[in-house]
């Protein structure tokens, strides 16, 4: 079992629908969890953190955390064609300074 | 502003022929890391370093070799490089306590 799973995609949503992106993680003590976005050819850069369980809301995104069940999502409220990009799924592993990705999920947005 | 910068951006080169990629920051960010990504594989760490002469491995650290001299510097070098380090390498820092890793714009590799 990859230690951070995401399904690959491409996901493809209508303009102004929300987009669900989800992400599940191997290890039950890891206490950190970040959702970076990549637009193709460039570098990622965060968009979102969160430690504790429930939601985490910051303009059109929400981050999602249940540690119970070992998943994190990212809902994308009101979607543009400008948020098409590949998201990936981060998590800081229990007692490590290690970063562990997710392989990303590709979300195109059509007008 | 506030970046990180690496060097060089592209880069072609043959098996067994040493290389150094550099890595610089502005931000004075204590930790650093180099992270090489592949299709279907994602983004791997191969070493990172908390401060100054403070290294460590990530998932995937055969064949690199890093260093940290200086706090704003973390070069990434392959001592005799092999077709299968062709790759993107993205180098991060951030401050230690925050969230936030700054990428770097990252190093398209080509060993042939």
């Known amino acids: 079992q990859k230690e951070v799973e995401q399904n690959s995609g491409p996901l493809s949503v209508p303009e102004g629908a929300i987009a669900s992106l989800n992400c599940t993680y191997s290890?039950?003590?890891?206490?950190?969890f970040f959702w970076y976005r990549q637009y193709s050819g460039k570098s990622p850069e965060l968009i979102m953190s969160?430690?504790?369980?429930g939601d985490k809301e910051d303009g059109r995104f929400t981050a999602q955390l249940n540690k119970a069940s070992q998943y994190v999502s990212l809902l994308i409220r009101d979607s543009q064609p400008s948020d098409s990009a590949t998201y990936l799924c981060?998590?800081?592993?229990?007692?490590?300074?290690?970063?562990?990705f997710g392989t990303g999920t590709r979300l195109q947005v059509f007008p | 502003e506030a970046q990180v910068t690496q060097n060089p951006r592209y880069l072609i080169t043959v098996t067994g022929k040493k290389l150094t990629v550099t890595c610089s920051q502005n931000?004075?960010?204590?930790?650093m890391s180099w992270y090489r990504q592949d299709p279907g594989l994602g983004l791997r760490q191969i070493y990172y370093?908390?401060?100054?002469?403070?290294?460590d491995k990530g998932d995937v650290p055969e064949g690199y070799k890093v260093s940290r001299k200086e706090k704003r510097n973390f070069p990434l070098i392959l001592e005799s490089p092999s077709p299968n380090q062709t790759s993107l390498y993205f180098c991060?820092?951030?401050?230690?306590?925050?969230?936030?890793?700054?990428f770097g714009p990252g190093t398209r590799l080509t060993v042939l």
């Open positions: 991060a820092s951030s401050a230690i306590g925050t969230d936030t890793q700054y």
């Open positions: 290890d039950r003590g890891s206490q950190s």
């Open positions: 969160i430690y504790s369980n």
């Open positions: 981060a998590v800081n592993m229990r007692n490590t300074d290690k970063l562990i």
């Open positions: 931000m004075n960010h204590e930790y």
């Open positions: 370093s908390m401060n100054v002469e403070v290294t």
